[in-house]
């Protein structure tokens, strides 16, 4: 991998981890393009990863602060209610990465056949929540929490993006488009974090070697935080004004090209 396809894929992988369009088949696509899809780049994808985890914290971090005050109190109140929330809508992704880890990541690299089916899914989930009026709620109940969940661990797949999915299921169960947002981009930190801590420990397990020089990792890094705080940012406010619909054309396109490419 060449310094500027690493900082093209950071990039990448800054922009569409936020945006609806599935950063993971982005990716799949671009090592495509690139010819980079049958390299082992594992401790590339874990760093663009970590720096989207970043830009998260910074974007959101009155909001993490906030929560964290609120833990650190003798009563139960809304913060702690809130994270309990997040915990709850981290099981299914939780069981998916402990038992089935390995069948997951068997997926990747096999063609854009799969990325072009489920860029197609997601614009459709996509297109439905903007279309559809269900009844609002004033705050997520628990039980979404855990439905939120059971559609974040779906969107393991390449090509199911993972903010278009949840979001698009918190608004179709009637949560407010301002609330699904910050909860969906809240609810990622974990998987994400654990996932890359999982890959460290098989990058060290395994003696893992990769193309990537140091200068490289740096790069992708650097991009994929820049625009990852960019991407955040701006999906927040595209959420708030109900604007999914663009997105949603936008996958159809995508996985349209994905499938003639695979």
Known sequence: MSWYEALILGLIQGLTEFLPVSSSGHLEIGQAIFGTASENNLSFTVTV???????????????????????????????????????ISCIPIFIVGVFFKDKVESLFGNGLILVGCCLIITSLLLAFSYYAKPRQKENISYLDAFIIGLSQACAVLPGLSRSGTTIATGLLLGNKKENMAQFSFLMVLVPILGEALLDTIEIFQTGFTTDNNTINLVIGFIAAFISGCFACKFMINIVRKGKLIYFAIYCLIAGSLALILG
């Open 49 to 87: 990863h970590v720096a989207t985890v970043m830009s998260t914290i910074v974007i959101l971090w009155n909001e993490i602060s906030f929560l964290f005050k609120g833990m650190f109190t003798k009563t139960w109140n809304p913060e702690k209610e809130y994270i309990a929330k997040i915990a």
